[in-house]
């Protein structure tokens, strides 16, 4: 996962949709983050329901997954409570295990070297792309 800067240009989920045609824009319902439970990562979630609301192969979906800046910003929220939560771990050495996390597993808010802002999610298709 890169992190966005806010002074990089940004691209809309409607740019990325036009030059993706078969990509997947998706909305996580309402409590998503509220019904996750802490015993799984947060990443590894956002990707079981992906796959179990799309026709996507899961093993694929952390290097096809884009999110909006807005969206990683609660995503890596809510596995920093949960990894605090289970683990106990505070300051740096919880600062250092939700990098890890987020490095491991985190979805993309970077689509061509551009912020994708706001709760944007976007699946590429699972066909390659020529650009």
Same mark, same amino acid.
């Given at each position: 996962?890169?992190?966005?800067? &806010?002074?990089?240009?940004?691209?809309?989920?409607?740019?990325? =949709?036009?030059? /993706?045609?078969?990509?997947?824009? =998706? /909305? &996580?319902?309402?409590?998503?983050? @509220?019904?996750?439970? #802490?015993? +799984?990562?947060?990443? @590894?979630?956002?990707?079981?329901? *992906? #796959?179990?609301? !799309?026709?996507?192969? /899961? %093993?694929?979906?952390?290097?096809?997954?884009? +999110?909006? +800046?807005?969206?990683?910003?609660?995503?890596?929220?809510?596995? !920093?409570? %949960? *990894? #605090? +939560? !289970?683990?106990?771990? !505070?300051?740096?050495?919880?600062?250092?295990?939700?990098?890890?996390?987020?490095?491991?597993?985190?979805?993309?808010?970077?689509?061509?070297?551009?912020?994708?802002?706001?709760?944007?999610?976007?699946?590429?298709?699972? %066909?390659? /792309? %020529?650009?």
């Amino acid at each position: 996962m890169t992190k966005a800067s &806010l002074s990089m240009p940004a691209i809309t989920v409607q740019q990325i =949709l036009a030059a /993706i045609p078969n990509a997947l824009s =998706l /909305i &996580l319902p309402d409590r998503w983050f @509220e019904d996750h439970s #802490a015993d +799984v990562n947060v990443f @590894e979630s956002l990707y079981r329901w *992906i #796959a179990a609301n !799309r026709d996507v192969n /899961i %093993r694929t979906l952390h290097s096809k997954t884009y +999110v909006g +800046v807005a969206l990683y910003k609660r995503l890596l929220a809510t596995e !920093r409570r %949960r *990894i #605090a +939560v !289970r683990s106990k771990l !505070r300051g740096d050495k919880l600062d250092a295990a939700v990098a890890f996390s987020d490095c491991g597993s985190g979805p993309y808010n970077l689509f061509g070297g551009r912020t994708l802002r706001g709760n944007a999610l976007v699946v590429r298709d699972r %066909r390659k /792309i %020529r650009c």
